[in-house]
């Protein structure tokens, strides 16, 4: 019983785990999603974390390969040639260079969960772009803290198979077996180790959303301190 749910949990974890999509970038950027629709040019998706939110389009050339939630991975070659270095690079959706917003006399404001800059809004990863153009060590430093807190945020998830995990370990550890020899009836002799097991799963639980809240604040202060250095020093 006790390897039936391990097993339990294991499977709850892992269905949450492979039911995203992850698209890798040329670039090594890589993004968590649910992909929508591959077109002859442009890849549309979702942000796996906000699938409520805009969709949104990347050139297919950017891509290298894309891993789906069966995991299925699939591999894309470049119709076109990559830019020189020397060259301006895309922003986010794909545009040429000279299209985006980018301009030294602008200053990046918030703007609920986007950012308003040249008189128009721009999504997180667009302005995270942008700020990683600038070469600046420590606004780059900022920006990578961010992406890296971003990622942590999906911990939350896995506190819905932990719970369920530690109810069923409860329920079993609280059995009793009927010996008619004695007319008595016996605790599960695993009782201690239910009851362990149904105490970690619950703790860690618990931490699960915390930790991710930790990590949304954390995030969130990172791309703050990285704008204000942007707008101060451009």
Request: with cysteine.
């Amino acid at each position: 019983m006790k390897k039936t749910l391990l097993l339990f949990v294991a499977f709850f974890v892992s269905q949450f785990l492979f039911s995203q999509d992850t698209i890798l970038k040329y670039s090594g950027e890589s993004i968590v999603a649910k992909v929508l629709e591959i077109g002859p040019l442009e890849i549309k998706y979702k942000k796996f974390d906000f699938q409520d939110g805009p969709t949104y389009i990347i050139k297919k050339d950017d891509v290298d390969w894309i891993r789906y939630a069966g995991g299925l991975k699939e591999h894309f070659e470049r119709q076109s040639q990559p830019k020189s270095s020397t060259q301006n690079s895309t922003d986010y959706y794909g545009a040429p260079a000279t299209n985006n917003r980018y301009a030294p006399d602008n200053k990046i404001t918030e703007f609920g969960s986007r950012y308003r800059y040249n008189n128009g809004l721009i999504t997180e990863r667009e302005m995270q772009s942008m700020l990683m153009n600038t070469k600046d060590k420590r606004i780059m430093g900022l920006i990578e803290t961010s992406k890296q807190a971003h990622g942590l945020q999906f911990v939350g998830f896995a506190a819905i198979p932990l719970g369920i995990g530690a109810l069923a370990f409860i329920s079993e550890s609280s059995t009793t077996t009927y010996n008619a020899q004695t007319y008595t009836y016996n605790k599960n002799p695993n009782q201690q180790t239910y009851q362990m097991l149904a105490f970690i799963c619950g703790m860690v639980a618990i931490a699960c959303p915390i930790y991710s809240g930790i990590s949304k604040h954390k995030r969130i202060q990172s791309n703050r301190e990285a704008i204000n250095l942007y707008n101060q020093k451009y």
